[in-house]
T-cell receptor, first 115, second 117 residues
């Protein structure tokens, strides 16, 4: 199984600054996927970015990038140029690439962006 | 809007009652997942379907829980004899493995918040 650890319960960042949200994972699988989701106070989980274990380059999607360090088993989310609307809960999740299917989630990091 | 939809959005019930939730996935997605999320936690997997086949169930899915996807489209999650510990957000997600290079990106609905009194 995948074990996902997010050690930052809360993070604060000033508008327009960059912020890094930490995620480490523990799996014995060779093939797996790592995901980041955003959950605003409304409750819906919004997919942000995906990184496959065999992808050689770090994934990027607009202001989001994933700093993937396979040897350290980390998949940190970097948000550049933070906006007030980025304030939300952020979850790191992983699956087992050999079977795809269920996601294993971390406990999340509450990000607050201040003006 | 062609995203995942869930109904109802909120449900308040008394302990011992049965409740049923519905999830309509993105139309071309063949996989459908149910998760439960309690306050301060990440979502926990309950079960998933590929088309109408239920492929995996978590041990969290006790005998009081049952999920169906009879025609491979929408799904229902029923909880019988609800308990206060069932109070949570129930999230549904859908995916189509292979659409984006072998990934299985799951897209979530808005959730159903259950409160058991």
């Amino acid at each position: 199984a995948q074990k996902i650890t997010q050690t930052q319960p809360g993070m604060f960042v000033q508008e327009k600054e960059a912020v890094t949200l930490d995620c480490t994972y523990d799996t014995s699988d060779q093939s797996y996927g790592l995901f980041w989701y955003k959950q605003p106070s409304s409750g819906e989980m919004i997919f942000l970015i995906y990184q496959g274990s065999y992808d050689e380059q770090n994934a990027t999607e607009g202001r989001y990038s994933l700093n993937f360090q396979k040897a350290r088993k980390s998949a940190n989310l970097v948000i550049s140029a933070s906006q007030l609307g980025d304030s939300a809960m952020y979850f790191c999740a992983g699956n087992r690439g050999s079977t795809l299917g269920r996601l294993y989630f971390g406990r999340g990091t509450q990000l607050t962006v201040w003006p | 809007d062609t995203g995942v939809s869930q109904n109802p959005r909120h449900k308040i019930t008394k302990r011992g009652q049965n409740v049923t939730f519905r999830c309509d996935p993105i139309s071309e997605h063949n996989r459908l997942y149910w998760y439960r999320q309690t306050l301060g936690q990440g979502p926990e997997f309950l079960t998933y379907f590929q088309n109408e086949a239920q492929l995996e169930k978590s041990r969290l899915l006790s005998d009081r829980f049952s999920a169906e996807r009879p025609k491979g489209s929408f799904s229902t999650l029923e909880i019988q004899r609800t308990e206060q510990g069932d109070s949570a957000m129930y999230l549904c997600a859908s995916s189509m493995p292979g659409l984006a290079g072998g990934t299985d990106t799951q897209y979530f609905g808005p959730g159903t918040r259950l409160t058991v009194l």
